[in-house]
C-alpha cells in the first residue's frame, strides 16, 4: 500500500503534470501523481504521448518521407517507386508512442513519484481522491495539489463525433485506410498538420475555415506563404465559410457549410471529415467546487503565478490561459513546483514558440508584425529567403524565408517569424537570444555554420539594419 500523505498530489500525468512530478521529485518533495489514462488508456503522458505531439510527429514524418521518395528523391537521382504500409506506418507510431509512455515511468520511478492510476477529485482543502478503474477509492492528503487535467476537443453543434467517419485528431491519427476524400474543419494546427499527413499519402484534402484566413494568431504574411505552399501540395482551402451540418452514413459523410458573409449553402461530400476546430479546458467531475473554485466562462481555471483562487490548489497547462502547447505545460510546472518549492518560479511567456510542423514547417516566437503595430511601437524588419541559402539550394528546399522584428530604438529582437526547412529544430536560437535580451546585431555579428539553413537567421538579423550580404 503506497503512502497517502504527500507534499504534493498533482492531478494529470501529461506535460504539466508529469515534468511537474519529476521536478518536486527532485526538489525533495513527497509527490504522487493521479492520472486517469486516455481514452480507457492506463499510460502516462497526457494527450501530448499517447493522442497529440508524438502520435502525429510520427505520421508527419513517415508521410514526409513517403512523398519524399514519391517525387522529390527522383530529382536526386533514386528512382524508387514506394509503396504504402499504413498498418506498419501505425505500428511504429504506436511502437514509439509506447516507449515514450514507459520512459515517463521509468522517470517517476527515478525521482520517487508515486503514480495513482484513476480519475482524481478534489474533496476539498488538502483532500485529493482517486477513484480506480474497479470503483476503488484511495484517499490522499497533500499540503499543495496542483491540477494538470490538460484539454480536450471542442465540438460543433450539427457536427457529431462518431471516430468512424467523423473523428477528431485521435480518429485522424488512426484512419484504417487512406481517404478518397478528407474534408478538414477548421484550419488550424490539427487540421494543417494532420490534413498534410493524409494529403502526402493520397488523399484529396479539403480544409473549411470560419475566418477568412489561416492559422489566426501566426503573422499574417506567414500565413499567407503557407497558404500557399499548402495550396501548391494540393491542400484546398474554403475560407470564410460556416459549417451548418454533417451527416454520416456508413461509408461517407455529406457535409453542409455557408458563407459568413451570407450566401446560399453548399454540400461537400467526403469518406472521412476531421473536426479540428480547437480544444476547452478538462475539468469535468474535477470537485473544484469542494474548494471554491469556478472555471471562467470558457472552462479556464484562472491562476495568478499558477496559484488559483483556493489556498493550496495550483493549475498548469491547457486546463489554464494561454498557448495549449506541452512546452508551455512544460514552464509551468517547473515554476510552479519551485514556487511550492518556496523557490522563484518564473515563465517568460513572452519566449514561448510555437511551431507547425508540416513541409514547409513554420516556427515563431515572440510578436507578430500585426501586433507590434496594434501596440504602436516602432520596429524594424530583416527578411531573408530560403532561395538565397546555400545549404537549402543545394537540398531543394528554398521555399520559405525567415523575418526578424527588432525594437526601432533599441534594436532588441521582439519577434521572429520563419517558414521552410527545419525551422522547427532552429527557432530554439532565437529564444536563447531573446531571454537574453539580444539586439538583432547580436545576431548578426554571431558567426553562424556554413554551409547550414541556419545562416538565414544570421542574414535575417543583419537585414534589420539593411546589411544582408547573401540576398
Ligand atoms: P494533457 O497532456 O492533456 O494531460 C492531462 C492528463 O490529465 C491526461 O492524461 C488526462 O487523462 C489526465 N486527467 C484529466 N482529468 C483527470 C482526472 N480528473 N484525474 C486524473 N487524471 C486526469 N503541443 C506541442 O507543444 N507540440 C506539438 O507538436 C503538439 N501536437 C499536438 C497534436 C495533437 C493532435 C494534439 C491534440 C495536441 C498537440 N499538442 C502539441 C498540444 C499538447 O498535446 C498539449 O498542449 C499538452 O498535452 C498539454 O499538456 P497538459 O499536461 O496540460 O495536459
Ligand atoms: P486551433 O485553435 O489551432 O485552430 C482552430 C481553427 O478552427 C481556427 O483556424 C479557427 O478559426 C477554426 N474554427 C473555429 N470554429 C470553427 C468553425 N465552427 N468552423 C470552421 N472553422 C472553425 O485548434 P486546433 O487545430 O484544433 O488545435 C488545438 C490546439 O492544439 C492548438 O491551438 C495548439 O495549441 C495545439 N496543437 C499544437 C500543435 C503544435 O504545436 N505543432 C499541433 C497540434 C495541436
Known sequence: MAETNYDVVIIGGGPGGYNAAIRAGQLGLKVACVDKGIDGGSTLGGTCLNVGCMPSKALLHASEMFAAASGE???????????????????????????????????????????????????GAGKVEVVAADGAVTALAAKDIVIATGSVPTGLPGVAVDQQRIVDSTGALSLPEVPGHLVVIGAGIIGLELGSVWRRLGAKVTVVEFLDRITPGMDAEMAKTFQRALTKQGIAFKLGMKVTGATASKKAVSLTYEPVAGGAAETLEADYVLLAIGRRPWTEGLGLESVGITPDKRGFIETDHWKTSAPGVWAIGDVTHGPMLAHKAEEEAVACIEAIAGKAGHVNYGVIPSVIYTSPEVAWVGKTEEELKAEGRAYKAGKFPFTANSRAKINHETEGFVKVLADAATDEVLGVHMIGPSVSEMVGEYCVAMEFRAASEDVARTCHPHPTRSEALRQAAMGVEGWTMQA
Open 73 to 123: 528523391f527522383a530529382t536526386l537521382g533514386i528512382e524508387v517507386t514506394p509503396k504504402l504500409n499504413l498498418s506498419q506506418m501505425m505500428k511504429q507510431k504506436a511502437e514509439s508512442v509506447g516507449a515514450l509512455t514507459k520512459g515517463i515511468e521509468f522517470l517517476f520511478k527515478k525521482n520517487k513519484v508515486d503514480r495513482f492510476q484513476g480519475a482524481g477529485r478534489v474533496a
